[in-house]
């Protein structure tokens, strides 16, 4: 356990059980931060409906688990797509609870997966959007909070094993998520200065809600069973096994804590050993 008492982080797309968001709220929340908890709340349009969303009951109730064991946890919606919105969140956790010293940029769209030849325009912009941009509203109104405090911060952006290594039928999630690398080493060079570090986590494959859908667009695509498709994965990560939603907590638990604060610019996998560049 790391020691992150009076430290205030927000936590982006944290509102569906078994999500990364989740548990790294839990986590930074157990290691003594006061955490806001961020989704969408709502579906907005019709892109992907089946997928689902961290819907407003679902995150109050993960705020609630919190507070049952103790920590201090609050919720607030909205979408990452609207800098409206990133910068309300931003002001709301400082209204909350004085200061902000933790941005997690985990909210992402991890579906509209598809041929490349057949990917509608707007798909593509769903993507990149909430992926990219929505990161690159969170560093900005985020590191504006940081720099007024004049005590550093920390900004953890969630890209994917898919930041270091293409796939196919996953073309705008590919791109989006090697962008936020790029994203993540210019952010990191420009607020090193304020003593804020910015760093990626690049996790392969995790079993939340956007990792069982991933698995069954995947299976179906290379033509196997889920099953198959899950035991070809396990036999190739060199750990044995996929991620776990608590590999990526840890992670980001000590990318925010004492013992990373010359650790910037960086873009960890969590993988298990699959990827290693
Ligand atoms: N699960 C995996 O295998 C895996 C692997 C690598 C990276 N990731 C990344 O981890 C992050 C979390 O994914 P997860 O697997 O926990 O899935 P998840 O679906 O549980 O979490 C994603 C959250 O983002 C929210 N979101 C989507 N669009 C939004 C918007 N416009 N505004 C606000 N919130 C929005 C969703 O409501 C959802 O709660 C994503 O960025 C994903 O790309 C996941």
Redesign the pocket.
Same mark, same amino acid.
């Given at each position: 356990m790391y020691n992150l008492k009076g430290r205030v982080a927000i936590i982006?797309? &944290? @509102?569906?059980h078994?999500?990364?968001?989740?548990a790294m709220a839990k986590r930074l929340a157990a290691d003594g931060a006061k955490v806001v908890l961020?989704?969408?709340g709502t579906l907005?349009g019709d892109i992907a409906p089946a997928?689902?969303?961290?819907q407003k009951a679902e995150l109050e109730q993960i705020v609630d688990e919190i507070r049952k064991t103790g920590g201090e946890a609050t919720g607030f919606t909205?979408?990452?797509?609207n800098e409206v919105d990133v910068a309300d969140l931003i002001d709301f956790a400082v209204q909350k609870f004085g200061r902000l010293d933790i941005l997690v940029n985990? &909210? @992402?769209?991890?579906y509209l997966f598809g041929p490349l030849v057949d990917m509608a325009q707007e798909h593509w912009d769903a993507v990149l959007?909430?992926?990219l941009r929505?990161c690159f509203f969170g560093i900005k109104h985020a590191a504006k909070q940081m720099i007024k405090q004049k005590s550093g911060g920390r900004i953890i952006n969630?890209?994917?094993?898919?930041a270091k290594s293409g796939f196919a039928q996953a073309a705008a999630?590919s791109a989006s998520?090697h962008g936020l690398v790029g994203l993540t080493r210019a952010a990191a060079l420009e607020l090193a200065v304020h003593k804020i570090t910015v760093n990626a986590i690049?996790?392969?494959?995790?079993?939340?809600?956007?990792?069982s859908w991933?698995n069954d667009f995947m299976s179906r695509a290379q033509n196997k069973s889920v099953d198959q498709y899950l035991a070809d994965m396990r036999a190739r990560i060199p750990i044995g096994r996929p991620?776990l939603?608590e590999d990526i907590a840890k992670a980001c638990a000590f990318l925010c804590s004492d013992q990373a604060d010359y650790i910037t610019a960086e873009a960890m996998n969590v993988s298990g050993g699959e990827e290693y560049h």
């Amino acid at each position: 356990m790391y020691n992150l008492k009076g430290r205030v982080a927000i936590i982006t797309g &944290a @509102g569906r059980h078994n999500g990364l968001g989740e548990a790294m709220a839990k986590r930074l929340a157990a290691d003594g931060a006061k955490v806001v908890l961020h989704d969408i709340g709502t579906l907005k349009g019709d892109i992907a409906p089946a997928h689902g969303v961290g819907q407003k009951a679902e995150l109050e109730q993960i705020v609630d688990e919190i507070r049952k064991t103790g920590g201090e946890a609050t919720g607030f919606t909205g979408d990452m797509l609207n800098e409206v919105d990133v910068a309300d969140l931003i002001d709301f956790a400082v209204q909350k609870f004085g200061r902000l010293d933790i941005l997690v940029n985990n &909210a @992402g769209i991890g579906y509209l997966f598809g041929p490349l030849v057949d990917m509608a325009q707007e798909h593509w912009d769903a993507v990149l959007g909430v992926n990219l941009r929505g990161c690159f509203f969170g560093i900005k109104h985020a590191a504006k909070q940081m720099i007024k405090q004049k005590s550093g911060g920390r900004i953890i952006n969630i890209a994917s094993q898919a930041a270091k290594s293409g796939f196919a039928q996953a073309a705008a999630y590919s791109a989006s998520k090697h962008g936020l690398v790029g994203l993540t080493r210019a952010a990191a060079l420009e607020l090193a200065v304020h003593k804020i570090t910015v760093n990626a986590i690049c996790p392969n494959h995790v079993t939340t809600g956007l990792g069982s859908w991933q698995n069954d667009f995947m299976s179906r695509a290379q033509n196997k069973s889920v099953d198959q498709y899950l035991a070809d994965m396990r036999a190739r990560i060199p750990i044995g096994r996929p991620g776990l939603t608590e590999d990526i907590a840890k992670a980001c638990a000590f990318l925010c804590s004492d013992q990373a604060d010359y650790i910037t610019a960086e873009a960890m996998n969590v993988s298990g050993g699959e990827e290693y560049h």
